[in-house]
């Protein structure tokens, strides 16, 4: 496999972490139909394709994975209440990179909803281990603690099958604000989609990639409006996106997307036009 976009000294690599399907009403929150799908299809049943795409970062220093996709854990119930399409095929993946799950040394949770979260651990025959058992798992303190505590709401989105294990096998590291990682990678806390939302800049040489996680989770979400319902504060999220879009074009940056099934990354102009992607 060839990299889909280098950055600097970095290699990036979007890995299958499985497809599936979402609301449309869901995904566009209060913008109307008419408008959002003149930008992004849906189905007749007003079902949006969305990916679970973790992003491979290589480096002569590390190897970071930017979040796990669905996992191999869902029941048949849960694959159809999200309508799931394809499955999931990171460990697959990361051998035709010539990579085992025992060569990535940290993983990047921008947020521990279960589409990001589900490959944390694996099931093996009729055991559940750790994916990445030698990689640090990257997580924003205040997020774990919701983890540890879900309110009424997150408690249908953090589900405790993908974290058994996690704190006890002390390949978790939890940070407060922000983090370098390695070199030219960092992550920030931003809050919005939800409390422990983080994002991860990757810069070098000039050149740059933002993942904004949840905060864009398509390219069609650019209009800093265009929120989800899924955002627990979208004025935060409307201010955040105001914010970080204009570093990032500012940068000429790469804006990563991790459930785009139509493109991997872009470029955005001033006026929010797609002037690069791939």
Known sequence: MTPSLKIGCFELYWLNGGKFALDGGAMFGVVPKVLWSKKYPCSEDNFVPLTASPILVKSQ???????????????????????VTEQWQVPEDLKKLGLYREDIDFVILTHCDFDHAGGILMKEE???????????????????????????????????????????????ELVDGEAELCPGIRVIHTGGHNNGHQIVWIEDAGEAALHLADLLPTHAHFNPLWV?????????????????????????????????????????????????KI
């Open 61 to 83: 220093d590390a190897i970071v994975l930017i979040e796990t996709g669905l996992g191999n854990k869902l029941t048949e119930k849960q694959q159809k209440i999200f309508n």
């Open 126 to 172: 009729d055991n559940l281990t750790l994916t990445f058992p030698k990689a640090k798992h990257i997580i924003q303190k205040r997020e774990w603690e919701d983890v540890k505590a879900p309110n009424r709401r997150s408690a249908h989105t953090f589900w405790p099958i993908n974290f058994e294990g996690l704190q006890e096998s002390g390949q978790l």
């Open 228 to 276: 989800m319902a899924y955002d627990n504060f979208p004025l935060e999220v409307i201010s955040l996106k105001e914010q970080l879009e204009k570093e990032g074009i500012e940068k000429n940056a790469w804006f990563t997307f991790y459930h785009d099934p139509f493109m991997k990354a872009c470029r955005f102009n001033e006026k929010g036009e797609i002037v690069q």
